[in-house]
């Protein structure tokens, strides 16, 4: 029906950058909002960035404002993350979700990726 694919994800030097995509294919149409989540080990997913399919607002989480940012090429149906001036604390899996709304919970996206790895060396 829907399918998400993240790719992007690697090994970086903390102050280093790296640009996610996530591509959405299926039945896209019954996706509003894109956000990005990461989970650490031992910790449970958090919310990072979202943005609409439509319109022009986004959400950042506090940690990554100034540093991070979320955009969409609609045409080739695939959102970015641009993460810059990266830090050791942002290694985790960071997972691309799809849903009807920008929310800050990971329960209340329908559709997700499979991850991919970044990692962040001090």
């Known amino acids: 029906q829907v399918q998400l694919v993240e790719s992007g994800g690697g090994l970086v030097q903390a102050g280093g950058s790296l640009r996610l995509s996530c591509v959405a294919s299926g039945r896209t149409f019954s996706i509003t909002t894109m956000g990005w989540f990461r989970q650490a080990p031992g910790k449970e997913r958090e919310f990072v960035a979202a943005?609409?399919?439509?319109?022009?607002?986004?959400s950042y989480t506090d940690s990554v404002k100034g540093r991070f940012i979320i955009s969409r090429d609609n045409a080739m149906n695939t959102v970015y993350l641009q993460m810059n001036s990266l830090k050791p604390e942002d290694t985790a899996v960071y997972y691309c979700?799809?849903?009807?709304?920008?929310?800050?919970?990971?329960?209340?996206?329908?559709?997700w990726g499979r991850g991919t790895q970044v990692t962040v060396s001090s």
């Open positions: 979700a799809g849903g009807t709304d920008i929310y800050y919970s990971a329960k209340d996206y329908r559709y």
């Open positions: 943005i609409r399919w439509s319109g022009s607002r986004t």
